[in-house]
Antibody
């Protein structure tokens, strides 16, 4: 069974940093591209970062470019998100999602909540 | 403001059919057959229901179907059941600056 479990969400002050993790199991993690998607309170989903299976290709949405860094450790079956210079508008539930290979996301985690507030 | 436009809410009675629309542009929904739909029960993991406009992943009920006309994609749920009550999100590949765009989500209420 494919499982994705996010962790690391917390309350952080504006300008602060946080590192999220996504532990993968039930599939060959190193064979799949991965993504981060977030949902702000009362809003829709927002894709914001993608990493290829070998980390060769990385994309960011303009909303996080220069502040967030996606990475992965295939030996540990884990996806990471380093978030710096956090803003109130980064408050959201953060999901990791497996790339279905057809421009869709075929498996998701349950999400971890990041709250940016003083 | 989301790139794709969905109605904020729809409702239907058990056994009825409902349709959720997802309107984009020729740079996303209208230009490519890469529309997907996700069911999300709050607090749970979103679930892929439809990919490539009209294809169902293995294990998804055939009560769920997708279609597209021009710049608008649609998700139809027939024979509504109580467990269908959830938020539904559409997504599309886009030739804009980001590869994927989502709609604002639609809350389905089963009366």
């Amino acid at each position: 069974e494919v499982q994705l479990v996010e962790s690391g969400g917390d309350l952080v002050q504006p300008g602060g940093s946080l590192r999220l993790s996504c532990a993968a199991s039930g599939f060959t993690f190193s064979s799949y591209n991965m993504n981060w998607v977030r949902q702000a309170p009362g809003k829709g989903l927002e894709w914001f970062s993608h990493i290829s299976s070998s980390s060769n290709t990385i994309y960011y949405a303009d909303s996080v470019k220069g502040r967030f860094t996606i990475s992965r450790d295939n030996a540990k079956n884990s996806l990471y998100l380093q978030m710096n210079s956090l803003r109130a508008e980064d408050t959201a539930v953060y999901f990791c999602a497996r790339d279905g290979g057809r421009w869709d996301f075929d498996y998701w985690g349950q999400g971890t909540l990041v709250t940016v507030s003083s | 403001q989301s790139a794709l436009t969905q109605p904020a809410s729809v409702s239907g009675s058990p056994g009825q059919s409902i349709t959720i629309s997802c309107t984009g542009t020729s740079r996303d929904v209208g230009g490519y057959n890469y529309v997907s739909w996700y069911q999300h029960h709050p607090g749970k993991a979103p679930k892929l229901m439809i990919y490539d406009v009209s294809n169902r992943p293995s294990g998804v009920s055939n009560r769920f179907s997708g279609s597209k006309s021009g710049n608008t994609a649609s998700l139809t749920i027939s024979g509504l059941q109580a467990e269908d009550e959830a938020d539904y999100h559409c997504s599309s590949y886009t030739s804009s600056s980001t590869p994927w765009v989502f709609g604002g989500g639609t809350k389905l209420t089963v009366l």
